[in-house]
């Protein structure tokens, strides 16, 4: 079962987009304006879930930015949009500040039914196996999976190697 739920997401396949049940974008940033990983216009995508109470990611997380932003001074062409997992916006915004990632495309699956309880949009959580945070995938411009469940150095390696530096 679990397979069958990760199989759109392997290796050399075009990472799924995030739409809901009905097929319409539903990730939204802090000013709840919608977003969509095929906007984003680079070579390369790191697309990050984390959650924002998660000590982990406050730990990893900025390892991340320094190595995406040590990747764009050397004047690689990446982006970075980063999930956040959980739904206390309170919490993800302070998260944002704090980590001062900021200049990334930071959204949410930010819904809620009638009596203001989260509610999932789609199955984006099966469909990228997010049992846990950090997780990080890197892209290509055409959005398809280079790599999975790697780490904020492995980002470095893979592009360097990629790219032949």
Known sequence: DRAQ???PNLIGRKASEFLDFYGRP?????????????EINADYTALIFYGPTCGHCKKEIPKVKHDVDSLIAAGHNIE??????????TEWKKFINN?????????????HDEEGNPVA?????????????PVIYLL???????AKRITHTQIVEIIS?????
Do not use: C, P
């Not at 539903?26 to 990983?37: A, S």
């Not at 970075?80 to 916006?89: G, L, M, N, R, S």
């Not at 290509?140 to 280079?146: G, L």
């Open 26 to 38: 539903f990730m939204k940033d802090t000013l709840e304006k919608l977003h969509t990983l095929q």
């Open 80 to 89: 970075t949009f980063a999930v956040a997992t959980e739904f206390d916006k």
């Open 121 to 133: 949009s789609s199955d984006w959580r099966d469909k990228y196996d997010i049992y846990s945070t």
């Open 140 to 146: 290509d411009k055409d959005k398809k999976i280079i």
């Open 5 to 7: 739920k990760i199989a």
């Open 161 to 165: 190697r990629l790219e032949g530096n």
């Open 99 to 111: 980590q001062k990632i900021g200049d990334w495309t930071n959204v949410a699956d930010i819904n």
